[in-house]
């Protein structure tokens, strides 16, 4: 069969609706709970994690632009993903829609680029967790060894302000370890944590933006927009490669829909989850930076954890120490979400034979795909104990905006080839808002220069190579079956 095959909406769509008690996925999570998911994944990847490296070596103060364009692209794509959502209530998110339109090597691209998004992000996260975590420990006095919190290619500033090079990231890998954990034992018991977590991190940003705007100064301000250095270093190119690489900061709308076929009612739910998550978050970004680059010096913030700088500027020890707890618990439900979301893209892909069974393979008492779950584990934390944050950053930047090119491409594809199926939520305006999607969101991929683009190529040549040696020969669709 041809490699552009593609899956029928109507196989799609019926296991959507599970074909045994023992190959589908629980539906447990509501319409809360997924606005809540949402939030677990947008509110702490951006805010904790690559907001002080986007302004410190992009953008400068005008980082909030940065979030602007950034959260423009991601409500046009909001809007497609909707659309698949509640079309296809299934586990696998972009893989899932594009196998429907637009063929099986275009859906195994779009699956492995996928891992970049969850499995690199859920690495970045957890270098900025660990940051967090040696920032909470300094202010009680602990100090953990400099081998054991960094990773050999990237120095970390210490709160003493010393740069060091370590052996591994330690911190890093055990969170990833916990959170898989968590994730093996059941997707309810997991929402349930993320719910609590969400509360914590939500008041976490709204005390800082309150607090924080106290202790503004405003020469952090200027220049708004510093001049150009060179390609993406300030400047409006600076702005640009900085919206790009925040953009990994809204991924969380994207994680809603890999939880699609946990979902109690997709077709009411999804879009709920979606927009919703995204809308909440882009108002709480923008504020957010607006008072980090006015509390510490955009130059300052080129760190993995950016909170834990501008709250030690705020003379108030009490607070400080509290929120950088919070924040810390905030970081760990984004990580908690990226891991799901990888581990169900990958549950998709192995139930139709483009990756083997092990991924598909569900436990005998927590009916989750454990052994996925392991092997992302392994993965992540060897990205997590020795990869520098900005490259993993930019790399999971790269592959969500792929994502959502071609998901926006998705929509236009469909609505030729299946113009009377079911939509109970329909994307406003289109051809319109689908072709701006793909071009706001190409935009920002090519803002992000060309050694990102380098990465990805080698990355999808990689791909490649796994799909022509496996998963070709195994696919369920080239089968007929």
């Not at 637009?102 to 859920?122: F, K, R, S, T």
């Not at 510093?226 to 409006?236: I, Q």
């Not at 829909?257 to 009612?265: I, L, P, V």
Request: hydrophobic share 50%.
């Amino acid at each position: 069969m041809s490699l552009f095959a593609t899956k029928p909406l109507e196989r799609i769509l019926r296991e959507a609706e599970g074909v045994g008690e023992h190959t589908t996925l629980n539906r447990t999570l509501g319409a809360s709970a997924l606005v809540a998911l949402g939030i677990g994944a947008i509110i702490g990847a951006g805010i904790f994690t690559l907001t002080g490296v986007a302004a410190g070596n992009h953008a400068g103060p005008a980082i909030v632009l940065s979030f602007i364009l950034s959260a423009f692209g991601c409500a046009l794509a909001g809007f497609c993903y909707s659309e698949f959502a509640t079309m296809i209530p299934i586990a696998g998110s972009a893989y899932t829609y594009s196998y429907a339109t637009m063929g099986e090597i275009v859906a195994w691209i779009i699956g492995w680029d996928l891992v970049l998004e969850y499995a690199v992000g859920a690495a970045t996260v957890s270098i900025g967790w660990s940051s967090t975590l040696v920032s909470i420990l300094h202010s009680v006095g602990i100090n953990l060894p400099p081998q054991l919190i960094a990773s050999p290619f990237q120095p970390v500033q210490l709160p003493s302000g010393e740069l060091v090079h370590g052996y591994v990231n330690l911190p890093a890998v055990l969170v990833v370890a916990a959170m898989t954990w968590l994730l093996v034992t059941g997707i309810q018991e997991s929402a349930t944590v993320n719910n609590v977590v969400v509360v914590l991190k939500v008041a976490v940003v709204i005390i800082f933006i309150v607090v924080g705007y106290g202790y503004v100064n405003p020469t952090n301000y200027e220049p708004f927009i510093p001049v150009n250095e060179g390609p993406g270093k300030f400047g409006w190119e600076g702005i640009l490669r900085g919206a790009g690489l925040i953009f990994f900061a809204y991924v969380g709308f994207d994680a809603v829909s890999t939880a699609a076929q946990e979902a109690k009612n997709p077709k009411r739910d999804m879009p709920i989850g979606i927009i919703g998550s995204l809308a909440v978050c882009t108002v709480l970004y923008i504020l957010y930076s607006r008072v980090l680059t006015g509390v510490v010096n955009y130059k300052d913030l080129a760190v993995p954890a950016p909170l834990a700088v501008a709250l030690d500027r705020i003379p108030m020890p009490w607070l400080a120490i509290s929120m950088k707890i919070a924040s810390l618990a905030g970081l760990t439900s984004v990580i908690l979400v990226m891991l799901l979301g990888q581990s169900r893209v990958f549950f998709s892909m192995s139930r139709d034979g483009l990756l083997p069974g092990l991924f598909s393979k569900l436990h005998p008492n927590y009916r989750t795909p454990y052994l996925s779950n392991i092997v992302m584990a392994v993965f992540v934390g060897l990205f997590s104990a020795f990869a520098p944050v900005t490259v993993v950053g930019e790399m999971t930047s790269i592959g969500t905006l792929f994502a959502f090119v071609l998901v926006s491409i998705g929509i236009l594809i469909m609505r030729k080839s299946h113009p009377n199926a079911e939509r109970p939520f329909r994307t406003p305006l289109v051809p319109f808002i689908p072709i701006l999607s793909a071009a706001v969101n190409a935009l920002m991929m090519f803002g992000l220069g060309w050694e990102n683009w380098m990465r990805l190529i080698v990355w999808l040549v990689i791909g490649m190579a796994i799909y022509f040696g496996y998963g070709k020969s195994h696919s369920k669709v080239q089968a007929g079956l």
